[in-house]
């Protein structure tokens, strides 16, 4: 057991962070996809547990192998893996299908796996590690908008234009959590504020566009609509179904909970072991579960901050805050989402929700974040080995 835990590098912090908050997932999915057995199996929740176990398994082997690699790789795998990605994303638009009436284009099948997989997912990830590339490079001199279009505004914008049709909700997480890093680069905000602006003119003719051809450019615009006007609207709805029910588990929960496996709105939630996890938490753990969970990825954001301050080179500082940032900011959505803070937006609760490939991609940032704060461990060994190895009698005689 000792030899496993000595070949974890980088922040310990956030290793047990991961893995309490891994182990802890296995009370809730087990719980909620009870629902899930019933309508869609033979009512045995074991198989959606094993299916989870799987999930994390490979997610933290995945973390283990991507902490181990140096992480100044990530800056050239970062425009190797930018193409693949608008391929992937192509493709996942390509053979969208109609749900429902509504356009459904996020996931595509691994062929020999029979996976499905949500490249817009791992979209974001390559994504902040090319953005956090750019912006080492330009960090010492001064930039014009127009030098920084092909490189850096072009690739955002053609992967949020990929994504936007089929997942607004990761469209604009992504495109946040872009101008975020951008800030804290060190991007002029001139530039930021036309970047908004000409953001918001492409969403008004996309939506515009939608709206007039939905035969020739198929999207979820009114899916988008009808969500925001019932968030916005305080009268109860059919729309609002899962909210309802989302703030009914909320309510029943208390200070203590109605106990591990007691939870009822499980059965009458849709999503109740993905996007509205939280709810079955506090439904079943109380306020001390739901502030525990909270606590919890606001450490492991603490974490991140502290891996990013004492990073030794610009590109791990912005890498770290890149990949890390949304990890928590998707956890406080989803959250926000169950106590109708927010609108509904389909994100799931990072490391907790079932889903092979949210947790995966988790911990693929989870990685580059351990590979960062690895490195600034190898350079104080190194430099202590290097106080340890100097002649006391040489140490004297610079004193002298």
Partial sequence: MSSIFSNLKGDKVIWATAGLLAIFSFLPVYSASSNLAYLHGDGSTFNYLVVHFFHLLLGFCLLFA??????NYFRGLSILMLPVIIVLLIYTVAQGTFIGGAYASRWIQIPVLGVSFQSSTLASVVLMVYVARYLSKITERTVTFKETILPLWLPVFLILALILPANFSTAALIFAM???????????????GAIVGVGAVFLAIFILTAKAFPGVL????DTWASRIENFANDDDTEADYQIERAK????????TGTGIGKSVQRNFLPQSSSDFIYAIIVEEMGLIGAFGVMLAYLMLLFRIVIVATKANSTFGKLVVMGVGIPIVFQALVNMAVAVEL????GQT????????????MTCMALGIILSVSAKREEIKEAESQETDDENPLDILSEAI
């Fill in 248 to 255: 009914i588990a909320i309510a029943r929960g208390g200070v």
């Fill in 349 to 360: 609760l990072p490391l907790i929700s079932s889903g092979g490939t949210s947790i995966w």
């Fill in 66 to 71: 991507v902490h181990r690699v140096p992480y």
């Fill in 218 to 221: 198929p999207s979820r615009v």
């Fill in 178 to 192: 872009t101008l975020v890093l951008m800030f804290l680069g060190g991007y002029p905000l001139k530039y930021l």
């Fill in 342 to 345: 927010f609108p509904v937006t």
